[in-house]
């Protein structure tokens, strides 16, 4: 009796695979839609970053590099082949200067060529 309704619990699933829409998307060759909340490209806000680096220190995979040359001269670098889009940047910012987007980003077997300058602030500059 139990191998019936096992048989007849899959003929039944089958039957339903069968005439139902199928649940994926058609991208590429439809618009892609990304659900709310989706993580993207790390960006930032310029205005609010002051180079404190507590983004860099908790960022999980090293996808974060500051490079100081003093308090007023620094450069903030993204290596989204390492990123974990995580969003613990975010929560550690508080100034909120970094946060993502829902862009997506994109595949290349160049990882080097995705490296992506957040902030280079020189002295002087505000």
């Excluded at 039944?12 to 839609?33: K, M």
Aim: glycine share 8%; hydrophobic share 35%.
């Amino acid at each position: 009796m139990k191998a019936m309704r096992k048989r007849h619990s899959l003929l039944d699933a089958i039957i339903d695979a069968v005439f139902s829409r199928p649940d994926t998307v058609a991208y590429p060759f439809g618009e892609l839609q990304l659900p709310e909340g989706y993580r993207g490209a790390i960006v930032i806000n310029p205005e609010n970053c002051t180079g404190c680096g507590l983004c860099v220190r908790d960022c999980p995979t090293g996808a974060l590099k500051l490079e100081k040359k003093s308090r007023d001269e620094f450069k903030l670098i993204h290596y989204p082949a390492r990123c974990a889009y995580c969003s613990q940047c975010e929560s550690s910012c508080v100034r909120g200067a970094i946060g993502h987007s829902n862009a997506l980003v994109g595949a290349t077997d160049r990882p080097r060529e995705l490296i992506v300058v957040l902030k280079d602030k020189k002295e002087g500059e505000d």
